[in-house]
């Protein structure tokens, strides 16, 4: 596994499981207010990962895919809300900022955006980005960089929690 820098870490995902259970590593370490970005093509595994830090985070709710809504919500037991933006289909940030994307970066909840650069005006530059790319039918890349000192110390913890490093 590759470690970049302070800022930056990429690794390889041998299956959606293992993407889940990183998932769950990040999920487990979010607090309120934390900006995750989610890049890259159709299928790359957004949505597997997305689900897998909800869980980590402490969902109740049966985490799915939000193929037919723009904006998944997820409770945990202690009221705290968890938002999954899913930017594929507007047509721009206009359309997100209508859609209140602006009021949910402002509040408590943590935030998942998929397909970020399709809002990027909307988006804080403090943020996690991760980038998945397609290697082949059950291997991802992913590459995930922080913006940020609250970021910084977050991948370092995520670092440890996943790869004991
Ligand atoms: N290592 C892997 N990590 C994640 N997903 C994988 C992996 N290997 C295979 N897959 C499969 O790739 C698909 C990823 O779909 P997913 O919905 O997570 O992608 P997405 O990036 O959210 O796509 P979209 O842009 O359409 O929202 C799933 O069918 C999943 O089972
Ligand atoms: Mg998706």
Same mark, same amino acid.
């Given at each position: ?55 980590? &985070? ?56 998929? &397909? ?12 996690? &980005?991760?980038?998945?790319? &397609? ?31």
């Amino acid at each position: 596994m590759p470690i970049l820098d302070d800022r930056s870490l990429e690794f390889l995902s041998h299956s959606p499981e293992q993407t889940q259970r990183l998932g769950v590593r990040l999920g487990e370490l979010l607090k309120p207010g934390d900006l995750i970005c989610l890049a890259g093509d159709l299928g790359s595994g957004k949505t597997t990962l997305a689900q897998g830090i909800a869980r980590g &985070w402490g969902s109740l709710d049966q985490v799915t895919s939000p193929s037919f809504m723009l904006i998944n919500e997820y409770r945990r037991a202690d009221a705290a809300r968890l938002f999954h933006f899913d930017a594929y289909r507007l047509s721009g940030v206009g359309e997100a900022i209508a859609l209140g994307i602006e009021e949910l970066l402002e509040g408590t909840g943590p935030v998942i955006v998929e &397909w970020p650069e399709r809002v990027a005006e909307a988006l804080s530059h403090q943020r996690l &980005w991760i980038s998945l790319r &397609w290697m082949d039918d059950l291997r991802r890349g992913i590459h995930i960089a922080a913006n940020g000192l609250r970021y910084e110390r977050l991948l370092l913890k995520f670092r440890q929690a996943a790869f004991g490093g």
